[in-house]
């Protein structure tokens, strides 16, 4: 029986950390929504987070130059984030330690009501680091495989005629 390779060990052991973070990701404490924010209109969601851990909220709007300006509350209505967003899509990060209800505040800065798409929840971190340690072994394997191949390539040269 023939031994798989170290780039095929690698690359099972890369997709099944990519299959494994994806999923752990997906179960995640999230929300998204999608409505319409008059001029100057405000819009508030609440999302109960279990544990401490890594927030993310994903903004989408209709146009580039579209502003909205976006506040993450604790529980105690304290600010822990806020951003002014001006793009079509943006991703943002927050740490949050304690466990509670959290509310994301979303403003329309434009002087037109703006169409917009929010996903607001967990990471979940704490639960990604085993399948990224999966991951990298495999992307290491195949770094390794790849140089291994590399260092005993040989290029044959031609005799040049000297004329």
């Known amino acids: 029986m023939k031994r798989p390779s170290l780039f095929k060990v690698g690359l099972i052991l890369s997709i099944i950390g990519v299959v494994w973070t994806g999923f752990v990701f997906s179960e995640s404490e999230k929300i998204s929504q999608s409505f319409h924010l008059n001029i100057a209109q405000t819009a508030s969601f609440d999302l109960k987070l279990q544990n401490p851990g890594i ?92 140089y291994r191949k590399l260092k005993n390539y040989k290029i044959a040269h031609p005799d040049e005629k000297i004329s």
């Open 55 to 146: 927030g993310f909220y994903k903004t989408s709007v209709s146009d580039l130059g579209d502003a909205v300006f976006i506040q993450v509350l604790d529980s105690e209505e304290n600010i822990i984030a806020d951003k002014k967003i001006e793009t079509k899509m943006a991703v943002n990060y927050f740490d949050f330690e304690n466990p509670g209800i959290y509310t994301i505040k979303i403003t329309n800065l434009s002087d037109y009501p703006i169409p917009i798409e929010v996903e607001f929840g967990n990471t979940n971190v704490s639960q990604i680091r085993n399948p990224a340690i999966v991951l990298f072994l495999g992307f290491v394997l195949m770094v390794i495989s790849g």
